[in-house]
């Protein structure tokens, strides 16, 4: 088991030295004035598939978005619970089907109240 | 199983990590690195967790905390005025260092008081199963309870947006 998250924390590691090399040569030549340094105001700006930037990156958000937020962690919980009980399932047979019923009908009271709410729709 | 150093190197690599992340998180100035930061400090726990042979823990705690809370949070920030997104002086400063020089205290108490026995039982193969077998025999009653837990945070979600909204929109 652990020696496959090691070869994951491999690649990990890979992943963060590969967008730093890059940046930190840029920073480098820089720094030894190899690199040539002509900024103007239009390089400088953020890069917007070639549109000029309109207003602050940091809006405000509408409030009714955070509900689907809200809404997803419950979900990830759910899943999070789900999990250990499908790699337990084969031993278990239908009890064990029985009891994950429950538990999603439980849940699916929930979600046909947020249904019913709306708080499903994407405004 | 890995090398024991091949452990140990990673266990020092990631507290390393995480202990950084968690000063930037108190140090950065905007609110949203504050939590990308954050996020960070989740994911190197649950590297830590990965070193403890604790599988099941670590994936649970990157797709609930580095996942979904971290969300939560960068929604919070999002939802205050572009102007109070700093992580600026406040008066909570003082009693914030008291309360976690205490916990810092207690925790290096019981570090310290602790007799760290080494079990003789091998590694843990895989622990989603044997959680996956606890919660439909002995703990029944606790996961449907969860559940119910789990519609109430969601009715409750429901609920209390719902009420923002029509202050937002007076």
Same mark, same amino acid.
């Given at each position: 088991?652990?020696?496959?998250?090691?070869?994951?924390?491999?690649?990990?590691?890979?992943?963060?030295?590969?967008?730093?090399?890059?940046?930190?040569?840029?920073?480098?030549?820089?720094?030894?004035?190899?690199?040539?340094?002509?900024?103007?105001?239009?390089?400088?700006?953020?890069?917007?598939?070639?549109?000029?930037?309109?207003?602050?990156?940091?809006?405000?958000?509408?409030?009714?978005?955070?509900?689907?937020?809200?809404?997803?962690?419950?979900?990830?919980?759910?899943?999070?619970?789900?999990?250990?009980?499908?790699?337990?399932?084969?031993?278990?047979?239908?009890?064990?089907?029985?009891?994950?019923?429950?538990?999603?009908?439980?849940?699916?009271?929930?979600?046909?109240?947020?249904?019913?709410?709306?708080?499903?729709?994407?405004? | 199983?890995?090398?024991?150093?091949?452990? @140990?190197?990673?266990?020092? *690599? =990631?507290?390393?990590?995480?202990?950084?992340?968690? #000063? !930037? /998180?108190? &140090? %950065?100035?905007?609110?949203?690195?504050?939590?990308?930061?954050?996020?960070?400090?989740?994911?190197?726990?649950?590297?830590?967790?990965?070193?403890?042979?604790?599988?099941? @823990?670590?994936?649970?705690? *990157? =797709?609930?905390?580095?996942?979904?809370?971290?969300? #939560? !949070? /960068?929604? &919070? %920030?999002?939802?205050?005025?572009?102007?109070?997104?700093?992580?600026?002086?406040?008066?909570?400063?003082?009693?914030?260092?008291?309360?976690?020089?205490?916990?810092?205290? @207690?925790?290096?108490?019981?570090? =310290?008081?602790?007799?760290?026995?080494?079990?003789?039982?091998?590694?843990?193969?895989?622990?989603?199963?044997?959680?996956?077998?606890?919660?439909?025999?002995?703990?029944?009653?606790?996961?449907?309870?969860?559940?119910?837990?789990?519609?109430?945070?969601?009715?409750?979600?429901?609920?209390?947006?719902?009420?923002?909204?029509?202050?937002?929109?007076?």
């Amino acid at each position: 088991m652990i020696d496959q998250f090691g070869r994951a924390g491999f690649l990990l590691v890979f992943a963060v030295i590969f967008p730093l090399i890059p940046i930190v040569a840029s920073v480098a030549l820089g720094l030894f004035k190899i690199r040539p340094s002509k900024p103007d105001p239009i390089k400088d700006s953020i890069y917007e598939c070639g549109m000029v930037p309109i207003g602050d990156a940091q809006v405000r958000y509408n409030v009714r978005y955070y509900v689907f937020g809200l809404l997803f962690v419950v979900f990830d919980v759910e899943a999070v619970f789900l999990y250990p009980w499908a790699v337990a399932y084969v031993g278990l047979g239908v009890y064990a089907f029985f009891e994950a019923l429950i538990f999603m009908a439980i849940l699916f009271i929930g979600y046909a109240y947020a249904w019913r709410k709306g708080a499903m729709e994407w405004l | 199983m890995i090398e024991d150093n091949g452990i @140990v190197i990673a266990f020092w *690599i =990631l507290s390393a990590t995480t202990i950084a992340c968690a #000063l !930037m /998180t108190a &140090a %950065v100035r905007e609110l949203v690195q504050a939590v990308l930061f954050l996020a960070l400090t989740f994911v190197g726990a649950a590297g830590i967790y990965i070193c403890l042979s604790a599988d099941f @823990v670590a994936v649970a705690q *990157i =797709l609930i905390y580095a996942g979904a809370v971290s969300v #939560l !949070m /960068t929604f &919070a %920030v999002m939802l205050t005025p572009a102007a109070d997104r700093h992580n600026s002086e406040t008066i909570f400063q003082a009693p914030a260092l008291v309360l976690s020089g205490l916990l810092l205290a @207690v925790i290096v108490f019981v570090v =310290l008081d602790t007799d760290w026995a080494i079990s003789d039982a091998g590694a843990f193969q895989t622990t989603a199963a044997s959680l996956g077998e606890a919660f439909l025999k002995p703990y029944v009653v606790p996961f449907e309870v969860a559940s119910v837990l789990l519609m109430v945070a969601m009715i409750g979600a429901i609920v209390l947006t719902r009420e923002l909204e029509e202050d937002d929109d007076a």
